[in-house]
């Protein structure tokens, strides 16, 4: 193989993990640095960017069991750690919850464009839109691109994906610079939002539910050995992979950091739970709704990424336990659709619009969902794994250094979701499920 194609198959990767990373938790960025501070709040972006791509590292080797280039593939996340660890209910719980993730944050850029249109043409903003009907088209949509057949067929969703990300991230960018051009001051302070607006107790929390937002935003190894399987040159996936890795990682952290640190200096304390969302920028009112428009495609392919190889892995599961099944191989021929793959996605689709208008919270659900899948999808699994592939011996001195890095993080991840749960509470007391404005 030549070295183009290998250089086209890396970039190609790359551009499949910075499509599944660049979700829902970029726009919520400025305000947990805000919550954080100028040293806090980039240095934790940082230490998790470095975290992900350290365990990305480990994951590469167990892409085959045994021998690293002759050893048998594991296709899913999912299937290595069923057939390892025998855990694969987390990752089901946790593809639910990214999921839901994603619904929510679509809404909110919907409603975004909605508040924004009213707010020029009536000289209002309409705080208070009801969700629920866009939850609703969002998971319309899901549905219908819930039937592509598989994995491999997706990859023009990333190219789309990709160009939506660096549209919204752009026009995020500009913005911000504009609004400190417009002020002509830097806000923001060394620690964070001032303590006086705050008791030392939601302060706590806020930092907490601060960490799980950060967490989420680097939350893609759901998909990574699909990524990995579409990569095969030589010397050996591992080696591209961790290039692949490698060159995403970086990316989509430079693109946090200028986003979420510009972000932070045009609106300092007063940061929106979601910047291009949250109402901060009125004006061109244009191109906040392009910016909105795109968050929406970017997370339509994003569910995608994330969802379909537990479709597959379903049908796949359903098929070897029931081979005769007329329902399971049936196919509407007209339209070349599977009729499992139709039901099972459309319950799944219909399931997550649920939880998403009980909980319809952005920076609480993704602060919390991001607490959830952090340690054990990002550090637990991947380190188990190598301990397994690599047979490292219990208690020697690499066994306790991945050790220790695995249960700073379970305590970390502990700190999250209690501050993103104790939000959760709090928004709850207002809120009345399917009724309320939002």
Request: glycine content about 6%; some cysteine.
């Amino acid at each position: 193989m030549d070295q183009t194609h290998k250089q086209e198959t890396v970039w190609t990767a790359s551009a499949l993990i910075i499509t599944a990373l660049i979700g829902s938790g970029g726009p919520s960025l400025a305000w947990a640095i805000a919550q954080l501070g100028w040293i806090a709040g980039p240095t934790i972006v940082l230490l998790f960017a470095f975290v992900t791509y350290y365990t990305s590292t480990l994951l590469t080797t167990c892409y085959r069991s045994g021998d690293p280039t002759t050893g048998n593939r594991n296709y899913t996340y999912m299937g290595a750690v069923r057939d390892n660890l025998a855990f694969e209910l987390v990752l089901y719980v946790n593809l639910f919850g990214v999921a839901i993730g994603y619904t929510i944050a679509s809404s909110t850029s919907m409603m975004a464009i909605k508040r924004s249109n009213c707010f020029h043409e009536k000289g209002e903003d309409p705080r208070h839109i009801n969700s629920n009907p866009y939850m609703i088209a969002f998971g319309f949509v899901e549905i219908i691109f819930s039937q592509i057949p598989n994995f491999n067929r997706l990859w023009w969703l990333s190219i789309v994906a990709a160009f939506m990300s660096f549209a919204y991230s752009t026009i995020e960018l500009g913005l911000s610079i504009a609004k400190l051009a417009e002020t002509g001051k830097i806000k923001g302070s060394l620690t964070g939002i001032n303590i006086r607006a705050l008791t030392s107790t939601q302060k706590i929390w806020r930092n907490f539910q601060a960490l799980g937002d950060i967490i989420f935003a680097f939350s893609y190894f759901l998909i990574f050995f699909e990524v990995q399987d579409t990569i095969r040159s030589s010397p050996s996936e591992s080696k591209m992979t961790k290039k692949a890795s490698l060159i995403s990682i970086a990316a989509t952290t430079l693109f946090y950091m200028i986003c979420g640190c510009m972000g932070y200096a045009a609106f300092g304390d007063m940061a929106p739970k979601n910047l291009l969302a949250g109402f901060g920028f009125y004006n061109p009112c244009w191109m906040v709704d392009i910016a909105n428009a795109a968050i929406v495609i970017q997370l339509v392919c994003a569910y995608q990424f994330n969802c379909q190889p537990l479709f597959d892995h379903v049908e796949k599961t359903l098929a070897k336990k029931f081979p005769n099944s007329q329902f399971i191989s049936r196919e509407i021929v007209s339209y070349k659709l599977k009729l499992l793959r139709l039901v099972w996605s459309t319950v799944f689709v219909i399931g997550t619009i649920f939880i998403s208008m009980l909980l319809p919270f952005f920076n609480d659900i993704v602060g919390l969902l991001g607490a959830l899948g952090f340690w054990p999808l990002t550090v637990f699994f991947p380190v188990e794994l190598y301990i397994k592939q690599k047979k490292i011996p219990t208690w020697g001195t690499k066994w306790v250094c991945l050790q220790i890095v695995s249960v700073a993080c379970l305590i970390i991840t502990i700190a999250a979701a209690a501050g993103s749960v104790a939000n959760v509470f709090l928004d709850l007391k207002s809120f009345k499920p399917f009724s309320t404005d939002y």
